[in-house]
């Protein structure tokens, strides 16, 4: 019996012949769209790769695009339906970011586009904690679905009551890994509000700038609670008379608190928390010996209270030097819990990072600084540029390509300026910030992608910290550190000890530089609104006429030239040094020699016209087998494989070519001797007008 398909079949066999053929017709027309559709995905997908292949940069900015989007998107939700903080002396609430589990920036991290709750692993749900509706709602409007993973790591024991030392690699959320447990403690214990009391919990940290972000973090997850942020260049007035009012949550740097506990205006008796929140810089910037105090006086004051509940002491940094060690030891239960989430890995800094190392003597530092921002931080990105004292921030701002973006941030600016020039820089109307340390640690603006360390930082912790500014939630960013030739083993140092792999790149060149600004600049242009053309065209026109004799591309260019900085020329840079106007070119040879000596001496005779001041730094490459040295860059011709010197060609032998070097090969290192720097190998040898063997 047939079935009811081949009933089908049979009756549209009868009926009409001819939908057999059209069939087969339709199947084969069916199969050649879905043939012509596969490729075309293909060629698409092959036209994608093939562009991220050949801009990653605009592909990290891209994907740093979108989470800017999304941030922005959540950051204007939350501002409609903020509720009302009662502490009215907290600053202006910092941009909050919001990021998806996916930019988790551990193992644990759910596949991209994971948002779902189910999707999460578990150890990382909200859920699984013991996290109010309350607390979980003011999460979500910050975006935050889930914990990341020393969130997860430190809920647990802190809110059952242990003392714990956490250590996460920076910009991986461990503010809330303390204050989220901790504020649900003291709504578990539903304690009445009555006025004057004494705070519960107390967070140092160690500057102004963090202490407010801190607050600013405590405010945000729970309303509910009394938060107040002390810290010097502030009258004492205000604040005490809010103190005497009663709070909940005090958050202050080191030294203010202190005076609030010696004029008896900070209560300490009925803490339930202490915390030190990035406590190894307490040492760093003179505040060990406050800190230490206020410890002691948490237990003095409880002491002389028969009553007095008991406090939990958590300490929190990304790094751990031997004085947190002790730190442990004196005033943390032994049975407190540890969670490192470095641990002994060899790499300390944050992975989503990549680290640059720049050769650059100091004084083409601050013309080279311009060209990095434009290749490695684009038009849109921010940029936190690290000096070692206050009068070299003084000074870089004062540079040409700095002066128009950039704003200036250390310890003798007045604070009301530093909280606008901050604030200014998280709602990005500020580009760059050019500061000392003060703000190396903690601080946190998601949307930083670049990093500049305008030296090497004096010990590895605190480039960890100083790079960490970027690269944060799972984001991508970069971090370059210029150096000069004498501080190259303060470059090696770092990698050694941080387990990060610096790129030894030279300054950008003209062509990095005008691929990173040629599309900005072009999408300006197609930014301008519509009204506003009409007005130029008349200017424009006799420009086209007169100036660029109707060549329109021409004209064009040179708009978008002009627009990206570049009007007055892209000037060459030495890759060895950043020296402007010179080229770097390398002989190599077809054996090992000791120095360059054997490469000076056919400078000398094969190119007598180029004196001691066109030629500079020679080093050996790493293998021996090579020499690199810059030349005044108007004293050398390129064409194809032809290399003229000083008016004279060169002609490859075989056992030594010339070349102009595009990417510094791997160099032997510089080791500090007596009277000067020279090679690791020792000998003699050294450059025309060069500083040794070097
Ligand atoms: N669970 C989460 N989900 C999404 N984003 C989060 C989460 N927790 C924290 N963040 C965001 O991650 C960023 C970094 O957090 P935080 O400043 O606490 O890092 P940190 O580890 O203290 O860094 P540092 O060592 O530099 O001080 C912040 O923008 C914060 O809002």
Same mark, same amino acid.
């Given at each position: 019996m047939p079935s009811v398909k081949d009933h089908a079949d049979m009756t549209s066999g009868i009926s009409d012949p001819k939908p057999v053929h059209e069939k087969k017709e339709k199947k084969e027309k069916k199969e050649k769209k879905e043939k012509k559709e596969k490729k075309e995905k293909k060629d698409k997908k092959d036209k994608k790769e093939k562009k991220e292949k050949k801009s990653p940069k605009e592909k990290e900015r891209k994907d740093n695009d979108k989470k800017d989007k999304k941030e922005k998107r959540a950051a204007e939700s939350e501002s409609e339906s903020e509720p009302k903080s009662e502490?009215?002396?907290?600053p202006k609430k910092a941009r909050l970011a919001t990021h998806s589990?996916?930019? &988790? #920036?551990?193992?644990? &991290? #759910?596949?991209?586009?994971?948002?779902?709750e189910n999707e999460v692993p578990e150890n990382l749900r909200?859920?699984?904690?013991?996290?109010?509706p309350a607390t979980v709602d003011a999460l979500a409007k910050r975006g935050i679905k889930s914990l990341f993973p020393i969130q997860a790591e430190a809920f647990n024991p802190i809110y059952n009551g242990n003392d714990v030392l956490g250590r996460a690699r920076t910009g991986t959320g461990k503010t809330l890994a303390f204050a989220l447990p901790m504020v649900e403690s003291l709504l578990k214990e539903k304690i009445a509000k009555e006025r004057g009391r004494a705070p519960r919990v107390l967070v140092l940290a160690p500057t102004r700038d963090l202490a407010i972000q801190v607050s600013n973090e405590f405010t945000s997850i729970s309303p509910s609670l009394k938060t107040l942020c002390v810290y010097g260049g502030t009258p004492m007035r205000e604040q005490t008379a809010y103190l005497q009012q009663g709070v909940d949550v005090v958050i202050g740097t080191p030294g203010r608190c202190m005076d609030h506990i010696n004029r008896g205006?900070?209560?300490?008796?009925?803490?339930?928390f202490v915390c030190l929140d990035e406590a190894d810089q307490m040492l760093d910037i003179g505040f060990a010996e406050d800190m230490e105090q206020i410890l002691q006086e948490v237990q003095t004051h409880k002491e002389t209270r028969g009553d007095a509940p008991k406090h939990q002491t958590l300490l929190f940094s990304a790094t751990a030097p031997e004085w947190i060690k002790r730190t442990v030891a004196k005033?943390?239960?032994?049975t407190f819990v540890n969670i490192d989430l470095?641990?002994?890995?060899?790499?300390?800094?944050?992975?989503?990072i990549r680290h640059y190392a720049i050769p650059s003597t100091w004084q083409s530092r601050r013309g080279v600084i311009g060209d990095v921002l434009a290749v490695?931080?684009?038009?849109r990105g921010l940029t936190v540029i690290f000096t070692n004292t206050k009068a070299e921030a003084d000074e870089l701002a004062k540079t040409d390509k700095l002066k128009v973006i950039a704003q200036v941030l250390h310890g003798d600016i007045p604070q009301a300026q530093r909280e606008t020039t901050l604030q200014g820089f998280r709602d990005a109307k500020v580009k760059c910030i050019i500061c000392t340390d003060?703000?190396?640690?903690?601080?946190?603006?998601?949307?930083?992608d670049l990093v500049i360390n305008c030296?090497?930082?004096?010990d590895v912790e605190t480039y960890v910290h100083r790079s960490g500014r970027?690269?944060?939630?799972g984001r991508k960013g970069v971090c370059v550190t210029f150096y000069k030739a004498d501080e190259e083993f303060m470059i090696q140092n770092i990698e050694r000890r941080a387990g990060t792999q610096m790129i030894k790149a030279g300054p950008p060149q003209p062509d990095d530089i005008i691929n990173a600004t040629a599309q900005d600049a072009a999408d300006m242009v197609s930014g301008?609104?519509?009204?506003?053309?009409p007005r130029f065209t008349s200017v424009a026109e006799t420009m086209l006429l007169?100036?660029?004799?109707?060549?329109t591309v021409k004209a064009l260019a040179a708009a978008l030239a002009q627009i990206a900085g570049c009007g007055a020329g892209v000037q060459v840079r030495s890759l060895?040094?950043?020296?402007?106007g010179f080229k770097t070119l390398m002989f190599r040879l077809s054996h090992e020699i000791q120095n360059p000596g054997y490469v000076r001496n056919i400078l000398s005779r094969n190119y007598p016209s180029l004196s001691s001041e066109d030629i500079k730094g020679m080093r050996m490459t790493k293998d021996m087998m090579g020499v690199v040295f810059d030349v005044t860059a108007t004293k050398v011709q390129v064409d194809g494989d032809t290399i003229m010197m000083g008016g004279n060609k060169w002609t490859d032998l075989d056992h030594i070519k010339l070349e102009v070097v595009s990417t510094l090969p791997e160099l032997e290192e510089v080791v500090e001797t007596r009277g000067g720097s020279g090679s690791k190998r020792g000998g003699r040898g050294g450059g025309r007008g060069g500083k040794g063997r070097r």
């Amino acid at each position: 019996m047939p079935s009811v398909k081949d009933h089908a079949d049979m009756t549209s066999g009868i009926s009409d012949p001819k939908p057999v053929h059209e069939k087969k017709e339709k199947k084969e027309k069916k199969e050649k769209k879905e043939k012509k559709e596969k490729k075309e995905k293909k060629d698409k997908k092959d036209k994608k790769e093939k562009k991220e292949k050949k801009s990653p940069k605009e592909k990290e900015r891209k994907d740093n695009d979108k989470k800017d989007k999304k941030e922005k998107r959540a950051a204007e939700s939350e501002s409609e339906s903020e509720p009302k903080s009662e502490v009215a002396l907290s600053p202006k609430k910092a941009r909050l970011a919001t990021h998806s589990p996916s930019e &988790t #920036p551990r193992d644990t &991290t #759910p596949e991209p586009g994971a948002t779902e709750e189910n999707e999460v692993p578990e150890n990382l749900r909200l859920m699984s904690y013991k996290i109010s509706p309350a607390t979980v709602d003011a999460l979500a409007k910050r975006g935050i679905k889930s914990l990341f993973p020393i969130q997860a790591e430190a809920f647990n024991p802190i809110y059952n009551g242990n003392d714990v030392l956490g250590r996460a690699r920076t910009g991986t959320g461990k503010t809330l890994a303390f204050a989220l447990p901790m504020v649900e403690s003291l709504l578990k214990e539903k304690i009445a509000k009555e006025r004057g009391r004494a705070p519960r919990v107390l967070v140092l940290a160690p500057t102004r700038d963090l202490a407010i972000q801190v607050s600013n973090e405590f405010t945000s997850i729970s309303p509910s609670l009394k938060t107040l942020c002390v810290y010097g260049g502030t009258p004492m007035r205000e604040q005490t008379a809010y103190l005497q009012q009663g709070v909940d949550v005090v958050i202050g740097t080191p030294g203010r608190c202190m005076d609030h506990i010696n004029r008896g205006n900070l209560l300490l008796h009925d803490l339930r928390f202490v915390c030190l929140d990035e406590a190894d810089q307490m040492l760093d910037i003179g505040f060990a010996e406050d800190m230490e105090q206020i410890l002691q006086e948490v237990q003095t004051h409880k002491e002389t209270r028969g009553d007095a509940p008991k406090h939990q002491t958590l300490l929190f940094s990304a790094t751990a030097p031997e004085w947190i060690k002790r730190t442990v030891a004196k005033y943390l239960d032994p049975t407190f819990v540890n969670i490192d989430l470095v641990g002994n890995s060899r790499v300390k800094t944050n992975e989503n990072i990549r680290h640059y190392a720049i050769p650059s003597t100091w004084q083409s530092r601050r013309g080279v600084i311009g060209d990095v921002l434009a290749v490695y931080g684009g038009n849109r990105g921010l940029t936190v540029i690290f000096t070692n004292t206050k009068a070299e921030a003084d000074e870089l701002a004062k540079t040409d390509k700095l002066k128009v973006i950039a704003q200036v941030l250390h310890g003798d600016i007045p604070q009301a300026q530093r909280e606008t020039t901050l604030q200014g820089f998280r709602d990005a109307k500020v580009k760059c910030i050019i500061c000392t340390d003060v703000l190396a640690r903690g601080i946190d603006i998601p949307m930083v992608d670049l990093v500049i360390n305008c030296q090497p930082p004096k010990d590895v912790e605190t480039y960890v910290h100083r790079s960490g500014r970027t690269g944060r939630a799972g984001r991508k960013g970069v971090c370059v550190t210029f150096y000069k030739a004498d501080e190259e083993f303060m470059i090696q140092n770092i990698e050694r000890r941080a387990g990060t792999q610096m790129i030894k790149a030279g300054p950008p060149q003209p062509d990095d530089i005008i691929n990173a600004t040629a599309q900005d600049a072009a999408d300006m242009v197609s930014g301008v609104v519509e009204e506003v053309i009409p007005r130029f065209t008349s200017v424009a026109e006799t420009m086209l006429l007169e100036t660029f004799k109707g060549n329109t591309v021409k004209a064009l260019a040179a708009a978008l030239a002009q627009i990206a900085g570049c009007g007055a020329g892209v000037q060459v840079r030495s890759l060895l040094t950043a020296a402007e106007g010179f080229k770097t070119l390398m002989f190599r040879l077809s054996h090992e020699i000791q120095n360059p000596g054997y490469v000076r001496n056919i400078l000398s005779r094969n190119y007598p016209s180029l004196s001691s001041e066109d030629i500079k730094g020679m080093r050996m490459t790493k293998d021996m087998m090579g020499v690199v040295f810059d030349v005044t860059a108007t004293k050398v011709q390129v064409d194809g494989d032809t290399i003229m010197m000083g008016g004279n060609k060169w002609t490859d032998l075989d056992h030594i070519k010339l070349e102009v070097v595009s990417t510094l090969p791997e160099l032997e290192e510089v080791v500090e001797t007596r009277g000067g720097s020279g090679s690791k190998r020792g000998g003699r040898g050294g450059g025309r007008g060069g500083k040794g063997r070097r």
